[in-house]
């Protein structure tokens, strides 16, 4: 009897819902892909508790892929009243530092920053830009200025039942990866850029 081969198993952590409900999409829409993606959302969300989460995680999957939102972190810094290298900027720096810096955990982990947050992803499909975003809500009122995206909710329902988010956007996928290239890459030092890594999760997807 042949010898059946393994499916790989792909693990996503984010920290909101929108990675959530982005990640089932795709799941649902890239039918031939040769890895199972499982898309996780932690029930508590400090840098650390995503942090041993993701570690965990890579124990059991192929690779896992840990989706930051900065606008939290850069909220929360600013208004951390503790030492500054205890702050949510500061803890993440030495996270990321840590994955990069451990032979296993530097292939096993795909850090992916996005600033201010996922809509910023979802921008860069209908608009080449680099312009910094305090807020989400900032990101949401420039994305409603475009075809297809004129009706864009951040609401469950305007991603899985509605729209199907990653459907509508497939077609500009190509766009969205070169204009986040353009956007550069994470630097622990200099949160308040804007920027999207999302591109290294479709590299590693081979999509």
């Known amino acids: 009897m042949a010898k059946q081969s393994t499916r790989k198993t792909y693990g996503f952590v984010g920290d909101g819902e929108t990675e959530l409900w982005y990640l089932q999409m795709l799941k649902k829409n890239e039918t031939t892909l040769t890895v199972t993606i499982k898309p996780e959302l932690p029930q508590k969300k400090s840098v650390d508790e ?106 469950k329902k305007y991603y899985l039942q509605a729209n199907d988010i990653y459907k509508r956007l497939k077609p500009f996928l190509a766009i969205a990866k070169t204009n986040a290239l353009r956007t550069g890459s994470f630097n622990p030092d200099n949160l308040q850029k804007g920027l999207s890594e999302m591109h290294k999760l479709f590299s590693e997807l081979g999509l």
């Open 50 to 155: 995503q942090f041993n989460y993701v570690v965990s995680l890579a124990e059991v999957h192929e690779k896992v892929f840990w989706i930051v939102d900065m606008d939290v972190i850069i909220r929360e810094t600013r208004e951390f009243k503790g030492p500054r290298d205890k702050s949510p900027a500061a803890i993440l720096k030495l996270r990321y530092q840590q994955i990069s810096n451990d032979p296993v955990l530097s292939k096993k982990v795909v850090f992916i920053g996005n600033t201010p947050c996922l809509e910023y992803w979802i921008l860069l499909h209908v608009l080449q830009t680099t312009r910094y975003y305090e807020t989400c809500d900032q990101v949401c009122d420039e994305i409603v200025k475009h075809e297809p995206l004129t009706g864009y909710e951040k609401t």
